[in-house]
Structure formats: C-alpha cells, structure tokens
T-cell receptor, first 116, second 114 residues
Framework: EAQVTQNPRYLITVTGKKLTVTCSQN?????MSWYRQDPGLGLRQIYY???????DKGDVPEGYKVSRKEKRNFPLILESPSPNQTSLYFC???????????????FGPGTRLTVT | SQQGEEDPQALSIQEGENATMNCSYK?????LQWYRQNSGRGLVHLIL?????REKHSGRLRVTLDTSKKSSSLLITASRAADTASYFC??????????????FGKGTKLSVIP
C-alpha cells in the first residue's frame, strides 16, 4: 500500500530533550516536506527536500533540523525542544516537481507533540 | 506572511445544500490545490488547478481560479454528512527559480448537518 508513515504518533517530552520524528514513504517520491499545524494558523511548512541531500527552509524553520540521506526517509529533528514547538506535525511527499509546479502532496497520519 | 486566506472560517449547512469556500492569496502562483482534512488526521488531496485554467471539475467538486483577483473557490454540490471536514487551499508563491515552498491557507471548517 502506498503510504507515508510517521513515528511516533504521540510524544510527550520535556524542554531541551532532543527528539527525532521519523518519516518514511514507499512511493519513490522525490519531494518531501514537514508541516506543523496549530489552531488558527493552519499548516505552515517547516522544511522541504527536493531530493537526497537537497533541503530548503519553509516558513517556520527555526528550532528544527532535517536531513535527507535516503530518498524514502526525511526525519525531523528538534535538538532542544521548547513548549512553543507543541504542535501537530505532518510529513508529506510528492512526485517529481518540474517546471515550477508543486504536485499533489501525500500526507502522513500526523505526530502530536507536547513539550512541557 | 504569504499565507493564503480562506473564507469563511467556518460554514454550517444542511445535507443536500451546496457549500462554497474561497481562498485568496497575494503572490503570483503556478497552480493551486485544495485539500480536505478530517478532524486531526492527515490531509487528502482533492484537486489541482493550474494557473492557465479557469475551472475544473471532479465529481461533486468544482474549483475556479481567477488569477487577476488572486482567488479561488471550491464548490461542493449536494453535500453529504461525510463532507464534514476542514478544507485548505495550497499554492506555491512565486519567489523565483529554485524555491518549491508550498503555502497553505488557514482553512474553512465545514459542517454538514444530516
């Protein structure tokens, strides 16, 4: 089954404790992205990746890191989480982009993160 | 912020009625997409309309795009209770070559009452 998986689905942690949220897709998509969703603010893009070893900032990259060492995986790293990073996080993937077009995104189920 | 704005923020209708929601944006775009999100779950792609298209249909969905007004609308005809969800527009703000950032609107929450 074609899908985007995220782990963990729920996470409660404390301020400053490094964490990683994993994202994996089995559709051989080149484009992958992380979003956070907060009430009243909609979805905001954190980072995206056009392909292996190619990443770029979205709207709200501060406090996050990403890496793309393999095509299928795109982990999100919070080196020193803070309470303002409490949010619902989504990973998404998309087929190859060309000519400036962003194609349809396939979303994972979400990771609800609470930082106390 | 170049985030899109959806209007209305919330919409409540009776089953069988049509639902219209709008999205406005501020920059030039290449295409615009609409997504649906059931409560707390991942978004599901509904339809993509390119900047050189004015209207597109998919089943009970009709999307229009007016690039001169920088706006798009999503019409759901003959709504069903199962259409209850939040709906988001998404687009790539034109910021030159090499940027594939995708921007979402804040969403319209649709409630369809049986």
């Amino acid at each position: 089954e074609a899908q985007v998986t995220q782990n963990p689905r729920y996470l409660i942690t404390v301020t400053g404790k490094k964490l990683t949220v994993t994202c994996s897709q089995n559709m051989n998509h080149e484009y992958m992205s992380w979003y956070r969703q907060d009430p009243g603010l909609g979805l905001r893009q954190i980072y995206y990746s056009m392909n292996v070893e190619v990443t770029d900032k979205g709207d709200v990259p501060e406090g996050y890191k990403v890496s793309r060492k393999e095509k299928r995986n795109f982990p999100l790293i919070l080196e020193s989480p803070s309470p303002n990073q409490t949010s619902l996080y989504f990973c998404a993937s998309s087929p190859r982009t060309s000519g400036g077009y962003n194609y349809e995104q396939y979303f994972g189920p979400g990771t609800r993160l609470t930082v106390t | 912020s170049q985030q899109g704005e959806e209007d209305p923020q919330a919409l409540s209708i009776q089953e069988g009625e049509n639902a219209t929601m709008n999205c406005s944006y501020k920059t030039s775009i290449n295409n615009l997409q609409w997504y649906r999100q059931n409560s707390g779950r991942g978004l599901v792609h509904l339809i993509l309309i390119r900047s050189n298209e004015r209207e597109k249909h998919s089943g009970r969905l009709r999307v229009t795009l007016d690039t001169s007004k920088k706006s798009s609308s999503l019409l759901i005809t003959a709504s069903r209770a199962a259409d209850t969800a939040s709906y988001f527009c998404a687009f790539r703000p034109y910021s030159g070559a090499g940027s594939y950032q995708l921007t979402f609107g804040k969403g319209t929450k649709l409630s369809v009452i049986p």
